[in-house]
Protein backbone atom coordinates (compact mmCIF):
# COMPACT_ATOMS: atom_id res chain seq x y z
CA UNK A 1 0.00 0.00 0.00
CA UNK A 2 1.22 3.75 -0.03
CA UNK A 3 0.69 6.98 1.82
CA UNK A 4 0.53 9.45 -0.90
CA UNK A 5 2.51 7.87 -2.87
CA UNK A 6 5.10 6.58 -0.44
CA UNK A 7 5.01 2.46 -0.13
CA UNK A 8 4.38 1.43 3.45
CA UNK A 9 4.31 -2.13 5.17
CA UNK A 10 1.51 -4.34 6.08
CA UNK A 11 1.93 -6.64 9.13
CA UNK A 12 0.18 -9.17 9.82
CA UNK A 13 -0.75 -12.86 8.04
CA UNK A 14 -4.29 -11.23 6.01
CA UNK A 15 -7.38 -12.48 5.14
CA UNK A 16 -9.16 -14.00 1.66
CA UNK A 17 -12.80 -14.64 0.88
CA UNK A 18 -13.89 -18.17 2.07
CA UNK A 19 -11.96 -17.88 5.24
CA UNK A 20 -12.75 -18.11 8.51
CA UNK A 21 -12.78 -14.74 9.81
CA UNK A 22 -10.05 -14.30 12.12
CA UNK A 23 -10.71 -13.45 16.36
CA UNK A 24 -9.40 -10.08 17.71
CA UNK A 25 -9.60 -7.91 20.79
CA UNK A 26 -10.23 -4.50 20.63
CA UNK A 27 -11.83 -2.12 23.01
CA UNK A 28 -15.29 0.04 22.98
CA UNK A 29 -15.69 3.51 23.70
CA UNK A 30 -16.15 2.86 27.61
CA UNK A 31 -12.88 0.48 27.44
CA UNK A 32 -14.81 -2.56 27.10
CA UNK A 33 -13.48 -5.97 24.94
CA UNK A 34 -14.86 -7.05 21.89
CA UNK A 35 -14.13 -9.52 20.24
CA UNK A 36 -15.68 -12.00 17.09
CA UNK A 37 -17.59 -13.26 19.71
CA UNK A 38 -19.91 -10.77 20.62
CA UNK A 39 -20.83 -10.24 16.73
CA UNK A 40 -21.84 -14.39 16.66
CA UNK A 41 -24.28 -14.82 14.32
CA UNK A 42 -24.39 -11.25 12.89
CA UNK A 43 -23.48 -10.52 8.66
CA UNK A 44 -20.66 -7.84 9.84
CA UNK A 45 -19.06 -4.73 7.83
CA UNK A 46 -15.57 -4.29 9.60
CA UNK A 47 -14.77 -0.73 8.14
CA UNK A 48 -11.18 0.12 9.00
CA UNK A 49 -9.82 3.32 8.97
CA UNK A 50 -5.89 5.13 9.81
CA UNK A 51 -8.06 7.31 12.20
CA UNK A 52 -11.91 9.14 12.42
CA UNK A 53 -9.93 12.76 12.79
CA UNK A 54 -9.54 12.96 9.04
CA UNK A 55 -11.68 13.42 5.99
CA UNK A 56 -11.70 10.98 4.43
CA UNK A 57 -11.80 8.43 7.92
CA UNK A 58 -15.52 10.94 8.82
CA UNK A 59 -16.68 10.53 5.22
CA UNK A 60 -16.61 6.28 5.43
CA UNK A 61 -18.02 6.34 8.88
CA UNK A 62 -20.60 8.20 8.28
CA UNK A 63 -21.20 6.52 4.82
CA UNK A 64 -21.80 3.52 6.38
CA UNK A 65 -23.82 4.88 9.46
CA UNK A 66 -26.17 6.37 6.48
CA UNK A 67 -25.93 2.71 4.45
CA UNK A 68 -27.11 1.04 7.88
CA UNK A 69 -30.67 2.44 7.68
CA UNK A 70 -31.44 0.38 4.98
CA UNK A 71 -30.33 -2.39 5.73
CA UNK A 72 -31.18 -5.61 8.16
CA UNK A 73 -31.45 -5.86 11.90
CA UNK A 74 -29.03 -8.36 11.42
CA UNK A 75 -26.11 -6.27 10.42
CA UNK A 76 -23.33 -4.68 12.55
CA UNK A 77 -21.03 -1.98 11.05
CA UNK A 78 -17.56 -1.65 13.37
CA UNK A 79 -15.45 1.08 12.69
CA UNK A 80 -11.84 -0.06 13.32
CA UNK A 81 -9.03 2.83 14.07
CA UNK A 82 -5.90 2.94 16.13
CA UNK A 83 -7.77 5.90 17.85
CA UNK A 84 -7.88 5.83 21.26
CA UNK A 85 -11.19 4.21 23.03
CA UNK A 86 -12.27 7.05 25.34
CA UNK A 87 -12.68 9.42 21.90
CA UNK A 88 -16.24 10.77 21.95
CA UNK A 89 -18.36 9.11 19.15
CA UNK A 90 -18.60 11.18 15.96
CA UNK A 91 -21.77 13.55 16.09
CA UNK A 92 -24.75 11.92 14.31
CA UNK A 93 -23.16 8.78 14.22
CA UNK A 94 -25.79 6.42 15.78
CA UNK A 95 -25.06 2.76 14.02
CA UNK A 96 -22.03 2.44 13.74
CA UNK A 97 -19.89 1.21 16.63
CA UNK A 98 -16.20 2.68 17.05
CA UNK A 99 -13.90 0.68 18.11
CA UNK A 100 -10.00 0.74 19.24
CA UNK A 101 -7.30 -1.38 18.18
CA UNK A 102 -4.70 0.77 20.18
CA UNK A 103 -3.45 -1.34 22.14
CA UNK A 104 -2.04 -4.65 20.59
CA UNK A 105 -2.81 -4.33 16.98
CA UNK A 106 -4.88 -7.69 17.42
CA UNK A 107 -6.91 -6.38 14.60
CA UNK A 108 -4.56 -5.31 12.41
CA UNK A 109 -2.23 -8.04 12.85
CA UNK A 110 -5.21 -10.81 12.53
CA UNK A 111 -6.45 -9.41 9.04
CA UNK A 112 -3.30 -7.77 7.81
CA UNK A 113 -4.11 -4.12 7.63
CA UNK A 114 -1.61 -3.11 10.81
CA UNK A 115 1.16 -0.38 9.02
CA UNK A 116 4.96 -1.01 10.23
CA UNK A 117 5.51 2.59 9.67
CA UNK A 118 2.92 4.49 11.06
CA UNK A 119 1.43 1.91 13.71
CA UNK A 120 -2.28 3.04 12.23
CA UNK A 121 -4.32 0.47 10.35
CA UNK A 122 -4.59 1.17 6.77
CA UNK A 123 -7.75 1.93 4.91
CA UNK A 124 -9.97 -1.56 4.09
CA UNK A 125 -13.39 -2.92 4.36
CA UNK A 126 -14.06 -6.75 5.12
CA UNK A 127 -17.65 -8.23 5.07
CA UNK A 128 -17.68 -11.50 7.62
CA UNK A 129 -21.27 -13.50 6.69
CA UNK A 130 -23.13 -14.66 9.97
CA UNK A 131 -21.97 -17.91 9.87
CA UNK A 132 -18.59 -16.02 10.17
CA UNK A 133 -16.50 -16.50 7.10
CA UNK A 134 -14.80 -13.37 4.78
CA UNK A 135 -17.33 -13.06 1.95
CA UNK A 136 -15.30 -9.71 0.75
CA UNK A 137 -12.31 -7.85 1.60
CA UNK A 138 -11.12 -5.03 0.57
CA UNK A 139 -7.41 -3.15 1.10
CA UNK A 140 -7.31 -0.21 -0.14
CA UNK A 141 -3.95 0.39 -2.02
CA UNK A 142 -3.59 4.47 -1.57
CA UNK A 143 -4.72 4.91 2.33
CA UNK A 144 -6.24 8.47 1.20
CA UNK A 145 -8.75 6.52 -1.45
CA UNK A 146 -11.96 5.50 -0.62
CA UNK A 147 -13.55 2.13 -0.11
CA UNK A 148 -15.30 0.48 -2.64
CA UNK A 149 -18.89 0.65 -0.61
CA UNK A 150 -21.11 -0.80 -3.43
CA UNK A 151 -19.03 -3.92 -3.51
CA UNK A 152 -18.91 -4.37 -0.05
CA UNK A 153 -22.79 -3.77 0.30
CA UNK A 154 -23.59 -5.84 -2.32
CA UNK A 155 -21.43 -8.30 -0.27
CA UNK A 156 -23.88 -7.46 2.92
CA UNK A 157 -26.98 -8.30 0.78
CA UNK A 158 -25.41 -11.56 -0.47
CA UNK A 159 -24.36 -12.79 2.95
CA UNK A 160 -28.25 -11.72 3.63
CA UNK A 161 -29.61 -13.88 0.75
CA UNK A 162 -28.07 -17.44 2.16
Do not use: W
Not at 38 to 65: A, E, H, W
Not at 123 to 130: I, L, P, Q, T
Amino acid sequence: ITFQGNPLTLLGKGVSVGDPAPDFRVLANNLAERTMTDYKGKVLILSVVPSLDTPVCDMQTRRFNTEATKLSDNVRILTISCDLPSQDPLAGVDAVETLSDHRDLSFGTAYGVAIKELRLLSRAVFVVCANGVIAYEQIVREVTDSVDFDAALGAVKACLAK
